[in-house]
């Protein structure tokens, strides 16, 4: 569709959490429209198709499907859902891990997990890693998930965030794809592709959007896009936005980066196990070996590990994940795989990173980022979720709320589903 010239609601950026937005306004009585950088819709959620599979390069567990909104809408939709537990706590053959060391890792995380919550409940505040057992062999272990939950190091998330995350141990899978999933909900939405905003003038009574696609007035703009966009000044504000780019700069996008292999021989490997590439380092990745038992093993890395290998390009995530298979699995690995896909989303001009954890010191920055700007500017996205950031519901479910507090702000009330 074309870029119209006047709207009563403008959603900036189309992904879970504008999608959302959309869908909640649509059916009432206003002017709406999405305005999304890039050429297709579903931002971080995005799935591609490699020898007829559905690879995920971003959002892949319906997590904490028990209470996930998306879960029950794909199910209500009548997409098929893979139960399957995830094998993340396991190492496959007890590679360099006995069932003791494992167990003992778990307990020590578990450990872990538990200081944080206490503390939580203290109000203390400061870097997660303070609360590391410093007479732990595991503390690199420790850090190397939570470059996968948090796409940073321990050492970079606040204590009070990383307790608020609603965690319920039940994850589930879209077999054909989450990514394509929410690209479906988008379906009849009016949405204008390649139409990034860069500035909006806040100075009159209608917000003035500049776009790739000409200029758009808005009584109501709903901004979904990430939070390190935000503080670049994509969009920028003006007159500036000095509280909303502090409160986007409490919760940056770490980074987690995907890479999927093709391998041959592949029912030498259980169904859905997982490998831990090395025990005394956060700078390791996760392995999953046949994802839903297909002939592919999904490797997963965080934080420092993930920005420098992107750094070096694509080529560098299958070498570096070539390694450490081949050390765990011996070398004829090396020609057992092949190279189907890898994430680059941190040098994505429109994501900029993976998902958003809070700075030590900045749990409180997601309810500033979330509160409403002149009752016209709505912010909402996975980084305004308190108990659900970094995820594709935590994001539907804030674009809900903001399209909710936009409908009142124009006289119309809470829509109702
Ligand atoms: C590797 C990886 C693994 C993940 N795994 C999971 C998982 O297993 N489960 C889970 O629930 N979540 C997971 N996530 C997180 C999940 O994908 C995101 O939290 C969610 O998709 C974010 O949705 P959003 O709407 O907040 O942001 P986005 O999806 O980023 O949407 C924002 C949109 O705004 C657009 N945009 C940006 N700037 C502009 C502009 N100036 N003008 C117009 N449009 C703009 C972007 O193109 C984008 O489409 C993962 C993410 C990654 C990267």
């Not at 997590?63 to 794909?74: G, M, Q, T, W, Y």
């Not at 998930?145 to 995350?165: M, P, Q, T």
Request: aromatic share 8%.
């Amino acid at each position: 569709m074309t870029a119209p010239s006047f709207v009563d609601v403008a959603v900036i950026g189309a992904g879970a959490a504008g999608l959302s937005a959309l869908r909640r306004l649509s059916g009432q009585p206003l002017t709406v429209v999405g305005l999304e950088a890039r050429g297709r819709i579903g931002g971080r959620a995005h799935t591609l198709l490699r020898e007829d599979y559905a690879i995920d390069l971003g959002c892949g567990w319906l997590h904490s499907a028990d209470e996930n909104v998306l879960a029950r809408l794909a199910e209500a939709e009548g997409f098929t859902i893979d139960r399957t537990p995830p094998p993340w706590e396991s190492q496959a053959f007890n590679l360099e891990m006995t069932p003791a060391e494992q167990a003992d890792f778990r307990s020590d995380f578990a450990a872990f997990e538990q200081r944080v919550a206490e503390a939580a409940a203290i109000g203390r505040e400061g870097p997660a890693s303070d609360l590391f057992d410093p007479d732990s062999r595991w503390n690199g272990r420790i850090d190397a998930i939570s470059g996968a939950l948090n796409g940073a190091k321990f050492r970079e998330v606040s204590i009070r965030d990383y307790d608020a995350y609603r965690d319920t141990g039940v994850n589930w899978r879209l077999t054909d794809g989450y990514g394509r999933f929410v690209a479906a909900q988008g379906h009849g939405l009016p949405v204008v592709l390649n139409c990034p905003v860069s500035r909006i003038d806040r100075t009159g009574a209608l917000l003035r959007l500049e776009t790739a696609q000409g200029l758009i007035e808005a009584r109501t703009v709903i901004l979904t896009v990430p939070t390190d966009l935000i503080v670049a000044g994509a969009p920028r504000f003006d007159p500036p936005l000095p509280d909303l780019v502090e409160a986007a700069a409490g919760v940056p996008l770490g980074l987690a980066s995907k890479v999927h292999m093709l391998v041959t021989g592949a029912e030498d490997f259980s169904k859905d196990g997982q490998l831990w590439g090395s025990n005394d380092t956060g700078d390791t990745g996760g392995y999953h070996l046949r994802p839903f038992g297909r002939p592919m093993i999904e490797g997963y890395f965080g934080a420092d590990l993930a920005r420098g290998l992107e750094a070096e390009g694509e080529a560098a995530f299958f070498a570096f994940a070539t390694d450490e298979l081949v050390d765990l699995l011996g070398s004829n690995m090396r020609r057992r795989l092949t190279f189907a896909s890898a994430s680059m989303w941190g040098a994505d001009p429109w994501s900029r990173g993976a998902y958003s954890h809070a700075l030590p010191g900045q749990a409180d920055a997601r309810a500033r980022l979330r509160a409403p700007l002149e009752n016209r500017i709505f912010v909402a996205g996975e980084a305004t979720s308190d108990a659900f950031y970094g995820t594709a519901h935590g994001a539907w479910v804030e674009g809900a709320r903001a399209a909710d507090e936009a409908l009142a702000a124009l006289g119309l009330g809470v829509a109702v589903e």
